[in-house]
Nanobody
């Protein structure tokens, strides 16, 4: 069974930083393309970033480029998202996603990030 468990969310002031983690199990993490998506209250989900197997490539939404960094530790089956220079508009529930937009997509329960202005 695929399991994705996010952690690291919280309340932070504008300009602050957080580091999100996602512990993965139940599938071959090293061969999976992993992503982060977020959903703000009353809005549809927004893709944030994707990292390919082996960390060969990373991709970011324009809204977070230069502020967020995604990485992975294949030895620990863990995905990370470093969030810097946070803004109020970054407030959302952040989800770790395996195989985003593919038939094998799976996501965790999410972790709340709240940025106070």
């Amino acid at each position: 069974e695929v399991q994705l468990v996010e952690s690291g969310g919280g309340l932070v002031q504008s300009g602050g930083s957080l580091r999100l983690s996602c512990a993965a199990s139940g599938f071959t993490f090293t061969k999976s393309r992993m992503s982060w998506v977020r959903q703000a209250p009353g809005q549809t989900h927004e893709w944030v970033s994707t990292i390919t197997p082996g960390s060969v490539r990373t991709y970011y939404a324009d809204s977070v480029k230069g502020r967020f960094t995604t990485s992975r530790d294949d030895a620990q089956n863990t995905l990370y998202l470093q969030l810097n220079s946070l803004r109020a508009e970054d407030t959302a529930v952040y989800y770790c996603v395996k195989d985003y937009l593919l038939s094998s997509e799976a996501r965790g329960q999410g972790t709340q990030v709240t940025v106070s202005s």
